[in-house]
């Protein structure tokens, strides 16, 4: 067995059979993600006998050849602690086990053989994994359609996964889930969004309606506002050609922001059945007043430092425009319209280089009603805030105020939390094995519906049109972002909590 296990519990039955139709077999995703995710899935027992990998490229690949580059990639994560997916050890029965069951096609995306020799070849339960740039999207799933691809015959399940990005605005967003939905059923796609692979994430629902205490005060009346922060301290890397289109906003807000926003604001559903939950997600989504530039700062980093070295400017990163527009910081102010949360600001904001590295929701409550310590100074203390925090240290943190030692009233703030690693396994693992089991289950809960994704766009898309031709704010990398965002707060009498602290 690995050190890596997911799924632990005794009683989670494995998935059935099926083939995993990887379009993009040679592509990073595979290699870096699914791949660990695989291996995680089978060293848990999850994967049945008859699991089997058929991936599919425009590279010459053959079986041993790609069953060899795989082999070679998973044995470098064991060397590489920054590896997404980092290991001591790679164990040779569970990796053996799917590589044994690797196999892979030449062809192209936009052939019409690539798919009729598909068909030529699969039989019995499959799910197509869209691990291909968005623009193969479409095409993609009208190949499989017209070749019968999707057609569930016989009791056999035939599922698409789609990876992000899903559209690039509301008119494209609509537009891709028209050509998708002319193929086969909503039920048969699955689009990701890998930060509800999270198991943390996945944690805030457990920790919001598994605990009576928490409910009651999960609303206006209690709550001043809530902060939901995705800091990263890497620039965009090698992705330039890929961000400059793209910008923080479209890559991070309406997809990850909103799922944690869903997690974090969404009414309790009355069963944790899929549709019971995503029809939650989708009314919150339905409830955000659409954003405008008023309530929302861009920012684009210039040259600092990142660790102690120095770092370029965004427009001097590779594939990047010298007179570039594109932000590399978002923030944002939301509104939700619905009773439990009218009248309490939601701040989103999420950017590359910042200070420091932060995945997580700090939820800020009311002060007291009366300031009974005054004296003791309470008049200044500061309120409560719950922090549910995903990256990089998984836990809980939630500030009160105490009495310091000694003989006055003195008040003083203090933290009472917890970190996952304190009580769970700490397994290497990349989030995608609760979604590759999900979907092999048929459980749709963590992915993402139709109306959900055009809801979230619908909310940003004003926002998107302005910032088309509008400045983009400046701030050094290794900080914490532009001015302009403290500003936003500001003006509500506001901070963003510190990125380097806590
Ligand atoms: N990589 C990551 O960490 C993440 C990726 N994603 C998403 O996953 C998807 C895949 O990303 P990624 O793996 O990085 O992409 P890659 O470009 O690395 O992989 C795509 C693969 O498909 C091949 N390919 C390209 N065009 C064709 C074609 N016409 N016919 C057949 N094969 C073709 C590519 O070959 P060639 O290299 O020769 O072009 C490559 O091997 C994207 O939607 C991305 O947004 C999501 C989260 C993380
Ligand atoms: O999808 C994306 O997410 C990552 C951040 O994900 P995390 O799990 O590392 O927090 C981001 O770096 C990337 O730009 C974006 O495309």
Redesign the pocket.
């Known amino acids: 067995m690995p050190d890596a296990c997911v799924h632990d519990t005794p009683d989670t039955p494995q998935a059935p059979p099926c083939t995993l139709l990887i379009f993009?077999?040679?592509?990073?995703?595979?290699k870096?993600?699914l791949m660990p995710a695989l291996y995680n899935l089978a060293g848990g027992g999850l994967l049945a006998e008859g699991f089997s990998v058929l991936g599919?490229?425009?590279?010459p690949l053959t079986d041993e050849g790609w069953r060899d580059d795989l082999t070679g990639t998973m044995d470098s994560f064991t060397k590489d602690p920054s590896a997404e997916f980092h290991a001591e050890r790679i164990d040779p029965k569970p990796w053996g086990f799917i590589r044994d069951r690797l196999h892979v096609m030449q062809?192209?995306?936009?052939d019409e053989a690539t798919y009729r020799d598909l068909a030529d070849r699969l039989s019995g339960n499959v799910v197509f994994y869209l691990?291909?740039?968005?623009r193969?999207f479409g095409p993609v799933v009208e190949g499989l359609g017209k070749a019968g691809l999707l057609k569930q015959t016989d009791g056999a399940f035939r599922r698409v996964v789609i990876?992000?990005?899903f559209g690039s605005d509301l008119d494209s967003a609509k537009a891709l889930n028209k050509t998708i939905l002319a193929q086969a059923d909503e039920a048969q796609f699955y689009r990701i969004d890998?930060f509800l692979g999270k198991e943390t994430v996945q944690s805030i629902m457990a920790i919001r309606f598994a605990n009576g205490m928490l409910e009651p005060i999960w609303r206006r009346e209690y709550v001043d506002h809530i902060e939901i922060t995705a800091a990263e301290t890497i620039g965009v890397e090698e992705r330039g050609g890929f961000y400059e289109p793209t910008g923080a906003l479209r890559d991070m807000v309406p997809n990850h922001l909103f799922q944690l926003l869903c997690m974090v604001a969404m009414e309790p559903p009355n069963s944790f059945d899929a549709e019971a939950v995503r029809n939650e997600k989708a009314k919150l989504v339905q409830a955000i007043r659409p954003v405008t530039p008023e309530n929302a700062v861009r920012g684009q980093y210039s040259a600092g430092q990142e660790g102690g070295h120095a770092v370029p400017a965004y427009r001097d990163e590779p594939d990047v425009a010298k007179d570039s527009r594109t932000e590399t910081y978002a923030a944002l102010k939301l509104e939700i319209e619905n009773w439990r949360w009218a009248g309490v600001p939601f701040y989103l904001r999420t950017g590359k280089r910042m200070a420091g590295r932060r995945t997580e929701i700090a939820i800020h409550f009311k002060p007291p009603p009366f300031a009974l310590f005054r004296e003791a100074g309470g008049a200044d203390l500061a309120p409560n805030v719950m922090r549910l925090r995903i990256d990089p240290e998984p836990g809980s943190a939630t500030r009160i105020n105490v009495k310091r030692p000694g003989p006055q009233m003195h008040l003083a703030p203090v933290e009472t939390g917890f970190r996952y690693g304190d009580f769970f396994d700490p397994a290497p693992t990349v989030g995608y094995e609760t979604l590759l089991y999900d979907c092999m289950m048929g459980d749709p809960t963590l992915f993402q519906r139709a109306d959900s994704i055009e809801a979230s766009w619908a909310a940003v898309d004003p926002l998107l049109k302005a910032w088309k031709d509008a400045p983009v704010a400046s701030y050094v990398a290794g900080s914490p972002g532009p001015e302009e965002a403290d500003a936003l707060l500001a003006r509500d009498g506001r901070a963003w909590l510190p990125l380097d602290e806590g």
């Not at 993009?24 to 595979?30: Q, V």
Request: without cysteine; hydrophobic residues 40%.
């Open positions: 993009g077999a040679g592509g990073d995703l595979t870096r993600l599919v490229d425009h590279n062809g192209d995306f936009a691990a291909v740039a968005a193969f990876e992000k990005p890998h």
